[in-house]
């Protein structure tokens, strides 16, 4: 019944930016966190950042701070990822999921997942 649903991948110019969008439904989210993961070519999966719904309280990666923010919004229920300064290192599918993690940086504990969307970030 829960479904996310991602967007806003594309190919970018190093230095650029993109704003990814995950769009939640069919659930109870207030005691949720969202988090956005990737996946790199030939790398495991790696948390990049993670907001609770219901307070706003964020986590993020070292190789996001001070590049990506998370936020959420009420209105259009989706948590969005704005990501600045675009690094080639940043390709991968990038993935929204939901849970109660006791690890936020743990993808085994989050049991909903969306899709995927690719960024492409060229030299």
């Known amino acids: 019944q829960v479904e996310l649903v991602e967007s806003g991948g594309g190919l970018v110019q190093a230095g650029g930016s993109l704003r990814l969008s995950c769009v939640v439904s069919?659930?109870?989210?207030?005691?949720?966190?969202i988090a956005w993961f990737r996946r790199a070519p030939g790398k495991e999966r790696e948390v990049v950042a993670s907001?609770?719904?219901?307070?706003?309280?964020?986590h993020y990666a070292a190789a996001a701070k001070g590049r990506f923010t998370i936020s959420r919004d009420f209105v259009d229920n989706t948590v969005s990822l704005q990501m600045n300064n675009l690094k080639p290192e940043d390709t991968a599918v990038y993935y929204c999921?939901?849970?109660?993690?006791?690890?936020?940086?743990?993808?085994?504990?989050?049991?909903?997942w969306g899709q995927g969307t690719q960024v492409t970030v060229s030299s």
């Open positions: 999921a939901t849970g109660r993690p006791n690890d936020y940086r743990d993808s085994g504990d989050y049991d909903y």
């Open positions: 069919g659930g109870t989210f207030s005691s949720r966190n």
């Open positions: 907001i609770r719904w219901g307070d706003g309280y964020t």
